[in-house]
DNA sequence: GCGTAAATGGACCCGTGAGTCCGTTTCGTC
DNA sequence: GACGAAACGGACTCACGGGTCCATTTACGC
């Protein structure tokens, strides 16, 4: 359904043209029942699980990624894709602090059905590490910090804890109510205000 | 080191009066090793590596506890004790709310050293269920609400889940400095001042 | 010291999941 | 429609962790 499951978001310069049909065909199947499979178990899910669902036997699959830690990676820059545009929107948008809070509540729906994107975060350099994105969401606390909105001490560093945090737990607890996502990314947000 | 590390504190009934000395002495050794292999390695220690850590084979591990989840359970009483003895402590002092605050920071300070309680908090009936100490908990969430300090809509269930959360992310990303771990207790009650 | 039951631990079984091999099927071309 | 290459997937190996067995060792009452 979305644009990046197609091949050309893939491995850098793979060249999907000059392939067989029922390749590609099965490569989007992969791709798509991998995100599915992730998003419910988290890391637990096994290739052959993913497979299945997929309606493919597991060595299709290792041909397309030879290892499970390539096959994670391709999920994770497909749903970490969405959170980078997500922090880009909002750092265009006027009131900084605002633009959080909404940030935010995108976020807790998002990570509210994507087991998968909880577990990896913590983890993902897109997310940690210094990225432009990761630079714009800094600029963002601190915009919001200079408006008087969060308490001096706040970084970004504080909102990843605190989001990754009751995440984790939520799911745990197998809380889906999308509501009690929302509230804890408010109570996130309070906890750094002046 | 701990009264608790002794044999009457553990299965109900069991009797180790009768049974060898060198018996005895191998079961304490693997308590001991057990406590300190799971606080650093979580749910994911295996029971030959506890066995290696108490100088025993797997097999005298199994004699005293059948299967894996009977020694976890053994381990998660010992180290729930600590929490419970410290929520009555916290029950008996005047200021509700500044006795929630110093728990808070006492709690913080011993998950950073214990990644099994940190993984295992969560499950366990001790912590979630209602129970005694539980209600205690609660009760001084309550009183807090009462005096004005905290939100009015604020529960035990908040406190489980953002203490709960930003301590699996902290060890995630092996933040161990207290100071971290004090900073994010008092973050966490922040989030529900009023 | 000696005999016996208790205790031990290395060797084993079993299930599961990652990753590989290769005989068979399917696509695409001529 | 037939042929060769590409793709497939069932069956395999391997590593590892939970749990069991049993020949050997050890404590301890006599």
Do not use: C
């Not at 499951?5 to 989007?28: K, M, T």
Request: net charge neutral.
């Amino acid at each position: 359904m979305s644009p990046a499951l197609s091949h050309e978001a893939d491995p850098a310069g793979a060249d999907w043209a000059d392939r067989r049909a029922d390749a590609r065909r099965n490569h989007e199947r992969i791709v798509a029942a991998a995100v599915e499979v992730f998003a419910e178990r988290g890391l637990e899910a096994t290739v052959p699980e993913v497979a299945a669902r997929a309606g493919v036997g597991k060595a299709t699959v290792y041909r397309s990624y030879p290892t499970k830690a390539d096959l994670v990676e391709a999920v994770a820059r497909h749903r970490i894709t969405w959170l980078i545009e997500r922090v880009d929107a909002a750092a265009r948008q006027p009131d900084a602090f605002e633009a959080l809070r909404s940030l935010l509540i995108d976020i807790a729906e998002r990570l509210a059905s994507d087991r998968f994107l909880v577990e990896v975060l913590p983890h993902d350099q897109r997310w940690n590490g210094q990225t432009r994105s990761t630079e714009q969401f800094a600029g963002l606390v601190a915009a919001a910090v200079e408006q008087g909105r969060l308490r001096p001490d706040a970084t970004l560093q504080d909102i990843r804890v605190l989001v990754g945090g009751y995440s984790r737990v939520l799911l745990d607890l197998g809380i889906r109510d999308p509501a009690q996502w929302r509230r804890y990314a408010a109570l996130a947000l309070d906890a750094l205000r002046t």
